[in-house]
């Protein structure tokens, strides 16, 4: 639990699998404080462990993103533990239907969707930012998706043309849109803002039928943690490229 004070602290929504969990252990190797969170403790403290049997020792707080007063608890014990958050990755995300069109959609799925993707991401950086001003440099990487991509969804010609998922697209598009505004606002800060899409990984979600694994999805989310703070700002990212929104 102790960690030293050159460490820079690292927060991870969504930590206990899939793409969270690679980047948790990428940024432990790299040196970071990670904070691994997630909204079940258990599974949480197994990802923990398993990441403690691989040699790199890593922190856990609980953290529901879609509830006010679990991000109200964990935004206090890290203001007691760390005094600064130097990284926040908002990974936590859910993602229903495949299939679902537009004009099927339940408003329930929308709802839903959108409470974790985009107001539980938006909640939990708002009440971390106060920590995130007390970094020499911090940075908000917000994970989104190719899905996202309003270029991407009108192109004929681009892979993800037909795909459906029509709540999970659009509370990607939100949250890019949500990413752009804060990045402009955080312009004259100390805080960077980048979006980083890991493309289609091998996890829960993006089921075996993807070509990456997740090894390779937190790279691209890694890279741009470890960039220097002009590169990425404002930009949505794969792989070090910067994509359309
Ligand atoms: N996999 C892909 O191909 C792909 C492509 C583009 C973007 N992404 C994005 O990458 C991120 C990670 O996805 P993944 O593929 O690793 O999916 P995953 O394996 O399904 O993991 C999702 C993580 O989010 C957590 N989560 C969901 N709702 C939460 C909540 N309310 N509070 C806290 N944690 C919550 C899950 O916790 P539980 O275990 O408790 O459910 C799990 O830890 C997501 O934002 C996703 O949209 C994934």
Redesign the pocket.
Known sequence: MKYQETQLIAVI????????FAVAQQLAQLGYRVVL????EQ?GQAAVKALAEKGLEVDFLP????ETASITAFTSAMATRYQRCDVLIN?????FDWEVSASKVQLEELHTTFQ??VW?TINVTQHLMPLLHKSLRGKIIN?????GSLSFASDKENEYYSVSGVAYRMS?AALNMYSIALSKECEASNIVVSVV?????Q????TDA?PRS?IQ?AKSIVEVVQAPSTQFHGKFVLDGQILAW
């Open positions: 929504t969504g930590g206990n699998k899939g793409l969270g969170t997630a909204r079940n599974a953290l529901d993103i879609s990974n936590a995300g859910v993602f974790t993707n539980g994970v989104s998706s190719d899905l990607k899409s890991p493309g289609w990984c996890t829960d979600m993006g993807a997740p999805g």
